[in-house]
């Protein structure tokens, strides 16, 4: 099996910044794409940010300039760097990867993280 752990999430002020890691465990042979959602309170979770395995990156127009996905492959970590938080960045953040599990390396698999709280306030 696979595990995804977030961590780095927490309280800060509009204008600050946080970091928040997702590292995979387990039976990998390879992972593909990892993703950064987040879901608000009574709002559908949303993709806020993607990276291929082979660096290329997408944004969601809401955080396009502020946040940036980066991941090294070597430790199977992806990363989000926030700045410039505003209020409405306030949501639990989930990571997401598209793995190749060892001796399973005809598909991949998509997992979750357990989530990250990021709160923006004053």
């Known amino acids: 099996q696979v595990q995804l752990v977030e961590s780095g999430g927490g309280l800060v002020q509009p204008g600050g910044s946080l970091r928040l890691s997702c590292t995979a465990s387990?039976?990998?042979?390879?992972?593909?794409?990892m993703q950064w959602y987040r879901q608000a309170p009574g709002k559908q979770r949303e993709l806020v940010a993607s990276?291929?395995?082979?660096?290329?990156?997408n944004y969601s127009d809401s955080v396009k300039g502020r946040f940036t996905i980066s991941r090294t492959n070597a430790n199977n970590t992806a990363y989000l760097q926030m700045n410039s938080l505003k209020p409405e960045d306030t949501a639990v953040y989930y990571c997401?990867?598209?793995?190749?599990?060892?001796?399973?390396?005809?598909?991949?698999?998509?997992?979750w993280g357990q989530g990250t709280q990021v709160t923006v306030a004053s």
């Open positions: 387990g039976s990998i042979f390879r992972i593909n794409a």
């Open positions: 997401y990867a598209d793995v190749v599990r060892r001796g399973r390396e005809f598909r991949a698999y998509g997992y």
């Open positions: 990276i291929t395995s082979g660096g290329t990156t």
